[in-house]
């Protein structure tokens, strides 16, 4: 009998091609972004065995806007430039978890042991952890509720939303203030709610916020509590210096009162310091042999995309020496 | 009459190395088959010998019209991708095209018994309080 001409389509199997856990693979990055993604390529390049474990592609540079300090480019567009790193990675033959969270990292003799929250475990002989930073949250009442309601962390991803309306933005620093001028861009009305004493941010950034005019500006106040059922209605905040409660009037909050390192699948494994960051040395090389770190999770200082990439980089090539040195490879 | 080319079936049978735990993919058709009917089973045929995880059960649906009623199946060819328990997984019609690469990824989730979901996601989905009865309607070209 002839059948339809009814194709039977593969394509997209090629991308679902995940870790294998029967597989102990030379090297398991966890992460996905620049640190990860620059790791990733530096060890396909030494034909390493290996596979990534993330939650996304592009961390945190994916809630950036513009980018006029990667080498090569006077600005690029942050979603671009994440684009292209994911591109440049999947034009390697490298099986991919994308999305679930690791929850427990251990080493049983010389292999390392990685288990994700589908309950998977995935075996390794050396580990980049490129988990990066995610922002901190307020913990006071109705955040977590209302995340995704009117509670918000990324003004690049999320100021187009509250066009015309009321948004307090919690924190007094630099991304506080860059998200203030954001909202202001979008002719929201904004107050900005500052929990220490005196403003953080750089003075050019002041200046620029007082010369918009219409941001109120709270010093020494605290979020108290976030009210509203399905979208915020009022955000509850404290004068520090003498404890009177306001409520005002709105229809956002953004929290941007600094970022926390992914550290909880390593927190009992390797040493941190005192801000929960990876101890690494120049080589990336952390308190557990064989198990490196990179980016913004670890303790190397200045934050940015390209220290990112180049600590991946050096990362990938120090657990190739490792494992040359161990006669693993 | 073969329906996968060789190549396809290389890949998937590489892919279904991944699958953990036993499938069984059970089938309805009936004794005079439409072309469709024919064409599904004879590519359920062709799957599940790509790997010994796998198990096909093909079922007759008027002769067997209570086993129908039970997976709930009102029409043929309908295809039921079946583990330690029924997740309500049908696919009716020839699951061509694209529909391909999403009834193995299918198979591999139930292979897992799990459909690796975040856990947020599936803190979420724990919310939804009454059955939900979802359709995707697919064009195979």
């Known amino acids: 009998m002839d059948f339809p001409e009814f194709s039977f389509d593969t394509s997209l199997l090629e991308e679902a091609k995940e870790p294998e856990p029967e597989v102990t693979y030379d090297l398991l990055i966890l992460g996905g972004g620049p640190a990860a993604m620059s790791a990733a390529v530096y ?34 567009n942050a979603k671009d430039l994440a684009d292209r790193f994911e591109e440049h990675v999947k034009g390697f033959d490298i099986a991919v978890s994308l999305g679930p969270s690791i929850t427990e990292i251990n080493k049983e003799a010389d292999t390392f042991k990685v288990r994700t929250d589908g309950d998977r475990v995935f075996s390794s002989r050396t580990l980049i952890l490129a988990t990066g930073k995610r922002h901190r949250p307020l913990n006071v009442p109705g955040e977590k509720e209302l995340v995704g309601r009117g509670v ?20 007094g620093g630099n991304s506080a203030f860059t998200t203030a001028v954001d909202l202001s861009k ?28 219409k941001v109120s500006l709270l010093d020494y106040h605290q979020v108290v509590r976030i009210e509203g059922k399905d979208g915020v209605t009022a955000v509850v905040v404290k004068n520090r210096e003498n404890d009177k409660e306001d409520k005002l009037d709105a229809n956002g909050l953004f929290v941007e009162i600094g970022l926390l390192p992914n550290n909880e699948p390593v927190k009992n494994v390797v040493e941190l310091n005192e ?3 990876v101890i690494v040395d120049c080589s990336c090389k952390t308190s557990v042999e064989g198990l490196f770190g990179a980016g913004d999770v670890t303790t ?14 050096k990362a990938a090539l120090s657990a190739y020496d ?3 040195k161990k006669s693993l490879i | 009459m073969g329906i996968l080319k060789e190549k396809d079936k290389e890949k998937v049978a590489n892919i279904f190395k991944g699958i953990e735990k036993d499938v069984t993919i059970v089938m309805f058709t ?6 469709h009917c024919e064409m599904t089973r004879t590519m359920l045929e062709e799957v599940s010998g790509l790997s010994g995880k796998l198990s096909l059960e093909v079922h007759d649906f008027v002769a067997e019209a209570d086993l129908a009623k039970k997976y709930g199946v009102d029409k043929i060819p309908a295809t039921v991708l079946f583990g330690d328990r029924d997740y309500g997984i049908r696919f009716y019609g020839v699951p061509a ?27 979420e989905l724990s919310k939804v309080d009454r059955p939900v009865h979802m359709q995707v309607l697919i064009s195979p070209t």
């Open chain 2, 30 to 35: 009936q004794e005079m088959e439409c072309t």
């Open chain 1, 43 to 76: 060890a396909a390049r030494k034909m390493m065995n290996l596979a990534i474990i993330t939650k996304d592609f592009g961390g945190q540079v994916r809630e950036t806007s513009e980018i006029e300090n990667w080498l090569g480019f006077q600005s690029i």
């Open chain 1, 152 to 171: 918000a962390y990324c003004a690049t991803c999320d100021a187009p939303f509250f066009k015309g309306k009321k948004v307090v933005v919690a924190g």
């Open chain 1, 322 to 324: 490792y494992l040359i």
């Open chain 1, 186 to 213: 979008v002719e929201a009305e904004v107050a900005l709610v500052n929990f220490i004493k005196g403003w953080q941010a750089d003075e050019a950034l002041q200046e620029r916020v007082k010369q918009i005019g």
């Open chain 2, 97 to 123: 095209g694209y529909e391909f690469n999403v009834m193995i990824e299918d198979i591999m989730d139930v292979g897992k018994r799990q459909p690796g979901l975040s856990k947020e996601v599936m803190t």
């Open chain 1, 275 to 277: 801000h929960g960051e």
């Open chain 1, 300 to 313: 190397v200082p200045h934050k940015q995309i390209v220290i990112a990439a180049g600590e991946g980089a």
